[in-house]
Nanobody, 118 residues
Framework: QVQLVESGGGLVQPGGPLRLSCAAS????????MAWYGRAQGNTRELVAF???????NYADSVKGRFTISRDKAKNTVSLQMNSLKPEDTAVYFC????????????WGQGTQVTVSS
């Protein structure tokens, strides 16, 4: 079992920065990958970025060059630095952790709201 708690959401003006953090607890030694997903109102949850245990990162095309995902294993946290925010980035952002190989178990945080508006 892995527990995830997000923080850092809020209201930000277009063009501004925001940093999301996710604290993991429980069976953290077994985490293979951590990710951030976003769910805009009325839409499904979509992958924003992920980072593997080895440090490989990947981003959705819509956030490349603006968002950076990072992981601090010593603190058991994963962060998402969001720069040059746009109104279309408005969404509830969820932290995700994947554990195991076969099968893979997926754990989710409760989500944190990010609103980009003037």
């Amino acid at each position: 079992q892995v527990q995830l708690v997000e923080s850092g959401g809020g209201l930000v003006q277009p063009g501004g920065p925001l940093r999301l953090s996710c604290a993991a607890s429980g069976s953290i030694f077994s985490i293979n990958l951590m990710a951030w997903y976003g769910r805009a109102q009325g839409n499904t949850r979509e992958l924003v970025a992920f980072i593997t245990d080895g440090g490989t990162t990947n981003y959705a095309d819509s956030v490349k060059g603006r968002f950076t995902i990072s992981r601090d294993k010593a603190k058991n946290t994963v962060s998402l630095q969001m720069n040059s925010l746009k109104p279309e980035d408005t969404a509830v952002y969820f932290c995700n952790a994947q554990v195991g190989v076969n099968p893979v178990y997926s754990y989710w945080g409760q989500g944190t709201q990010v609103t980009v508006s003037s």
